[in-house]
């Protein structure tokens, strides 16, 4: 069995805030492959089928964020699954928005999503990263919480709407052809307007 994790938090609140894309690209992989809608597993919403030819859970933790890891550690060993068999969909503030980003372990970065599945699961796995980029330190000057519990502007829709198409894409082709083949086709820079 395979796992793929968006991150995020629950709630019509929450809805469409830049935390969220991870949900949110997740809710595009589903949709795209006509899984059943997700329904409640323990702490998550969860849904499962075939992607690529192998089994697959989608799980959406509804502990909030910074209680992502106790959510995914149920699912882990209930299906008892591998860590090399991991991918975790989530939001990145050092990718501008349209951006993608697949890669293998790493530091949470103060991401509070990723410091509780590193603390929970003791190991690494799969990352594909959606770029939200970094605030405007003239708007938001009290920290970053309340630019990533924001929603996106309507400027950033074309390329986060397209962002979250291809990470769909690019966690099919992590199931279906490896880590390094998703990397090759997905973490090229996007290029410039005009050329």
């Known amino acids: 069995m395979h796992l793929i994790v968006g991150l995020g938090n629950p709630g019509q609140k929450y809805l469409n805030t830049r935390h969220n894309a991870g949900f949110m690209a997740l809710e595009r992989l589903a949709g795209r492959r006509g899984f059943d809608p997700p329904a409640h597993f323990l702490s998550s919403l969860m849904t499962k089928g075939r992607l690529a030819g ?3 859970v989608l799980v959406w933790p509804q502990t909030f964020m910074n209680l992502s890891g106790e959510a995914a550690r149920e699912v882990v060993s209930f299906y008892k699954i591998e860590a090399e068999d991991i991918l975790v969909m989530h939001d990145e503030m050092d990718l501008e928005p349209g951006r993608l980003k697949l890669a293998w372990g790493g530091s949470a970065a103060g991401h509070r999503g990723l410091s509780s599945l590193l603390a929970m699961l003791r190991c690494d796995f799969a990352r594909l990263k959606i770029g939200i980029g970094r605030p405007p330190r003239e708007i938001f000057t009290r920290g970053n919480a309340d630019y990533v519990l924001g ?3 309507e400027s ?12 769909a894409l690019a966690a099919e082709m992590w199931l279906g052809e490896g880590l390094v083949v998703a990397q090759n086709h997905f973490n090229r820079r996007p290029p410039c307007a005009g050329q």
Do not use: T
């Not at 950033?156 to 990470?167: C, F, G, R």
């Open 54 to 56: 192998r089994p697959v």
């Open 151 to 153: 929603p996106f502007v």
């Open 156 to 167: 950033e829709w074309p390329l986060v709407d397209q962002a979250l198409n291809e990470a």
